[in-house]
């Protein structure tokens, strides 16, 4: 079992910058692949980025790609989104999740645990 609590999120001017973190219950957190989505009101939840259980393999959005950045530190059992150059279109509740397997998947089917997401909200 797995707890997943994220926080960092707030309201933050375009072009500016927020770095979300993700703390994990559980001694086993370096065994699971981790990823962040986030879900605009009334659309599905679209994957964001993805890290492996040892952090040496990422998966980034093209469309993100360049902007955030994923990573983990397993000691301190947390993931991290790194959040820069934002967008008005960004704003969302950004959530954090867990699966166990080696596979970085985007698919929200894959993921065993979420945490209660964290709102962004970037400002033109």
């Known amino acids: 079992q797995v707890q997943l609590v994220e926080s960092g999120g707030g309201l933050v001017q375009a072009g500016g910058s927020l770095r979300l973190s993700c703390a994990a219950s559980?001694?086993?957190?370096?065994?699971?692949?981790m990823g962040w989505f986030r879900q605009i009101p009334g659309k599905e939840r679209e994957f964001v980025a993805g890290?492996?259980?040892?952090?040496?393999?990422?998966y980034d959005t093209d469309s993100m790609k360049g902007r955030f950045t994923i990573s983990r530190d397993n000691a301190k059992n947390t993931v991290y989104l790194q959040m820069n150059s934002l967008k008005a279109e960004d704003s969302a509740v950004y959530y954090c999740?867990?699966?166990?397997?080696?596979?970085?998947?985007?698919?929200?089917?894959?993921?065993?645990?979420w945490g209660q997401g964290t709102e962004v909200t970037v400002s033109s």
């Open positions: 559980g001694r086993t957190f370096g065994s699971y692949t």
């Open positions: 999740a867990a699966k166990a397997g080696s596979y970085i998947s985007s698919a929200t089917s894959r993921y065993d645990y």
């Open positions: 890290i492996s259980w040892s952090g040496d393999r990422r």
